[in-house]
């Protein structure tokens, strides 16, 4: 069926609600009367015809039609919106537990390093001594690879110095993962500082390894 004319349809029933009511108003027993005598009556026919010619089975049949179409269409959004109603919920809900964890790991953190910088200052308040025949150095920067790399690096400090250094079981300590000090140095770069010494530079040192 081609497409309908919405418009044409609207203006013929306007038309034609006026001609209805006067056939509704004639004598009952007068539903033999003529094209004529309708019009006689004041009944206009041509608005009749016109409307019955638009309205017509097939145009009933095509609006039911859409209609049904719309209702799905209506039904399928209503679904959509629906899953969209879900999934912005579990969103939300999602976002508020990753909120809530991420509270408790800032306060864990938190709390990880206060008390890490209570325990920090509380080793630098302490007054520590060498013990006779050991130097006390301050290392920094090495996991894993880097304690061969600390090893290297005391060694060169205690040497710029002008102090031997003896390990205590030969060079182990600068083997202590397997790797090449000198190359654990480069990649990790720690440092070490001479914080007292309490042996003659004539005597040599030895370094206990840990």
Same mark, same amino acid.
């Given at each position: 069926?081609s497409? #309908?004319?919405?418009?044409?349809?609207?203006?013929?029933?306007?038309?034609?609600?006026?001609?209805?009511?006067? *056939?509704?108003?004639?004598?009952?027993?007068?539903?033999?009367? /003529?094209?004529?005598?309708?019009? +006689?009556?004041?009944?206009?026919?041509?608005?009749?015809?016109?409307?019955?010619?638009?309205?017509?089975?097939?145009?009933?049949?095509?609006?039911?039609?859409?209609?049904?179409r719309?209702?799905?269409?209506?039904?399928?959004?209503?679904?959509?919106?629906? +899953?969209?109603?879900?999934?912005?919920?579990? *969103?939300?809900?999602? *976002?508020?537990e990753?909120? /809530?964890?991420?509270?408790?790991?800032?306060?864990?953190?938190?709390?990880? #390093?206060?008390?890490? /910088?209570?325990?920090?200052?509380? *080793?630098?308040?302490?007054?520590?001594?060498?013990?006779?025949?050991?130097?006390?150095?301050?290392?920094?920067?090495?996991?894993?690879?880097?304690? /061969?790399?600390?090893?290297?690096?005391?060694?060169?400090?205690?040497k710029?110095i002008?102090?031997?250094?003896?390990?205590?079981?030969?060079?182990?300590?600068?083997?202590?993962?397997?790797?090449?000090?000198?190359?654990?140095?480069?990649?990790?770069?720690?440092?070490?500082?001479?914080?007292?010494?309490?042996?003659?530079?004539?005597?040599?040192?030895?370094?206990?390894?840990?």
């Amino acid at each position: 069926m081609s497409e #309908i004319n919405y418009q044409a349809l609207r203006e013929a029933a306007e038309r034609a609600i006026p001609a209805m009511e006067r *056939l509704l108003m004639l004598p009952a027993d007068d539903d033999l009367l /003529s094209e004529q005598e309708l019009k +006689d009556y004041g009944v206009d026919i041509d608005a009749l015809n016109a409307f019955k010619f638009l309205a017509g089975p097939e145009t009933v049949l095509a609006l039911l039609d859409e209609r049904e179409r719309n209702q799905q269409y209506i039904k399928r959004r209503d679904q959509e919106n629906e +899953d969209i109603a879900l999934t912005v919920g579990k *969103l939300r809900v999602e *976002l508020e537990e990753a909120k /809530s964890k991420l509270n408790e790991q800032r306060e864990y953190y938190e709390g990880v #390093i206060s008390d890490g /910088s209570k325990r920090i200052a509380e *080793l630098e308040a302490r007054e520590i001594k060498p013990a006779k025949g050991e130097v006390l150095v301050v290392v920094s920067g090495f996991t894993g690879c880097g304690k /061969s790399a600390i090893a290297g690096e005391i060694e060169i400090a205690m040497k710029a110095i002008g102090v031997p250094v003896k390990w205590t079981n030969g060079d182990a300590e600068k083997r202590m993962t397997g790797a090449d000090w000198l190359t654990a140095i480069e990649m990790y770069k720690p440092t070490v500082r001479i914080v007292e010494v309490n042996v003659p530079r004539a005597a040599g040192i030895r370094i206990k390894g840990e």
